[in-house]
């Protein structure tokens, strides 16, 4: 390997647990959520000469993982997604209780509008602090916590849908 | 356990998930390809600015040369048909038509050439969007899941000749008067027939027999019951005759809002309502309501005169002719005799005849105010129900229901066989009160591309079903579905002898998208129960909380 991908390795590995999870919350589609990763990996190491503080490199790496999400949140507009076709694949696979349970707070997720998602997953998921949000989004901090806040909310009300009552 | 503690407890396993990707596979495809951008080499950047001066020349030459008929970039010449293209977007258009003559395989090499390898999958991606269309070969059988999981109809031995009160398993009762089947020849059907009945109180039964509650323009409906009635005499299929009816007197008490649907089945096993304007009304017959002849006359004209539904509603809008008697004191009676030639003319000439015979013959000679008459179509049996009803009501108290309802008239009327509904709009919802009318919306289910399902949504809290067969387009679209409802989303299908199952509940006012993963099932029976325990009572009420 060279020094430049020695380096950029060295820096990446920690973030890629945070990095994919928030890729796949966002996308809520394994294939999409690589494509996305795959992606920003490959925009982020294009232009990593660049970097001068790589202390910063975390905000860099997850500040082009948004800009390509909204992208895509634009481009997707007008696709809809289409399944494999091959019928032994769609049997569902026995995945644990707690596997359902992350799929599900995926697909609860997938339903909070644009800033609520990124900002819930990135919180929740991705272990940045409210601060550090705040500077990646370039938002005040009272904004950030009311976007947490409301997505918490929406999330808890999308998992457990209130009974409607007769009166 | 609180809200918030259950949401804590999802994010600490999803941080606690294994990745879906390895680092080492991204870090592969991506660091090992990527090139230097092709705009930032110097080759590239001499062939921008060569082209870019090339361009700037030739617009000073077209303006010094005063040449404004045709303006700079207007028209572009393609090179294979030379056509003239006008606007960008024909362009577009034109390049993307150029694209979808390639094959499959120029396209992956052109994409390999153009781009680098780590954004393969996202160009295969991009490229199918031009890929030549490919017929997928569909799968999966519905027709034969259909006919397998069809519940066996009821069988019954009836006497034509003779009045007959049938009571089915679940307690429907089924009314049929004597000769009431005719034969494809138009021959009144006489001695023995037999009687194939079903009867659908669930959902469990509607999902067996593939019913649903749509009309014949598409909107659902809330039902109270589906019925199969189909009479057969040897090898002959049986209908009803004109001035005739088989009535229905369901296991329950019915809501007043319901009314008779008679259902017609399309190629595509779609069965659609349609409504039957005199459902709850049992075919006329003429009638007169007073003077001392009245009951000979009733039994002369119900027995010889039977009127099909269609005259009485012609009937109901003529208008009607009064008689007095000489004085012009006292009104005789009505008749409806200036019609046009038919059953109904002669029934009412004969019906004059007769009356003006029997005064005559009377012993006093005279028309008195005891042989006054009124010629009147109504139902055989309305007379005795209002005759009965008080009585019916008082004993209802202090006699067993079982008992009650052996005395009780039919409810409903069907002069046809085959599929019957009992079935009304469905009220509004209690969340959209205030608007006076349910908004309603199109409902797609995401399902693999090339597989044939059969989706069912089901409305528990409305009793209401809608069904969708897809095509190949690998979309599920169920119409008109009212906002704000609870509803179970069953995908069936039938592939190699072995059943696909799907079952989700969903809320049909914030649809999110379905991604279809199926369950396999080998067994028929065990398919029977799996589509038992996704309906039964547990299952309904799970999805209306």
Known sequence: LSNKQQEFTALYLPLHPQLARYCKALVNDTDDAKDL?????????????????????????????IRLFRKKLSRSKTFISIHSPVAETLVSSSASDAQSDVGHLYQAIDRLNPHQ????????????????IAELKNMNLSTVKTHLSRGRQELIRILNPRKETIH | ????????????????????????????????????HPLKTVAAKLIIGLTALAALLLISTRLLNNDHSKPVGDTVQTHDSGKSLQTPEDLMVSTMEKKNTHSVDSFQ???????STWRTSVNEQRSSMYRPQVTIPLTGDIKKLMLMQQAPSQEFTINCSRDTILTAASGTKFHIESQTFKNPSGKTVTGPASLQVKECYDHFSFARENLSTADDSGSLLETGGMYYINALQGADTLSIRPGYEVGITPNYEVPERMDLYYGQRDSNEHIAWEKDPLGKTECPVFISTGGKYSRIMNHYFSKNYKLDKATMLGLRDTQWTSHFTSDMRKVLGHTNCDLKPGLVKNACEKFTQLSHEMALSDTFNVISRFTEFTFQCMGRNRAAFYALKPLLDSVRTYIPES???????????????????????????IRYKKRHITPKQDVTIHIPEGMRVNGTLYLPEQNSVARSVNNESGRLTFRSIPKGQKAILLVTSLIDEQFYVFRKEMDTEDMMPVQVKFDKIQELEAYLAWLRNALTAEGMASATK
């Open chain 1, 37 to 65: 990763l795959s992606d920003t990996v490959s925009i982020a190491y294009q232009q990593f000469e660049a970097i001068r503080d790589h202390s910063a490199f975390k905000y860099y790496l997850f500040g082009i993982a």
């Open chain 1, 117 to 132: 998602k990124e900002i819930v997953v990135l919180f929740e998921l991705s272990g940045f602090s409210l601060n550090e």
């Open chain 2, 1 to 36: 356990m609180k809200n918030e503690d259950f949401l804590d407890d999802l994010f600490k396993k999803a941080r606690k998930a294994p990745d879906f990707v390895p680092p080492g596979e991204i870090l592969e495809t991506s660091l090992k390809n990527v090139r230097q």
């Open chain 2, 109 to 115: 090499s052109e994409n390999t050439f153009n781009s």
């Open chain 2, 403 to 429: 008992d009650y309802r052996n005395v009780q008239i039919p409810l409903f009327f069907a002069i046809n066989t085959g599929w019957l509904n009992l079935d009304c709009p469905p009220t509004l919802n």
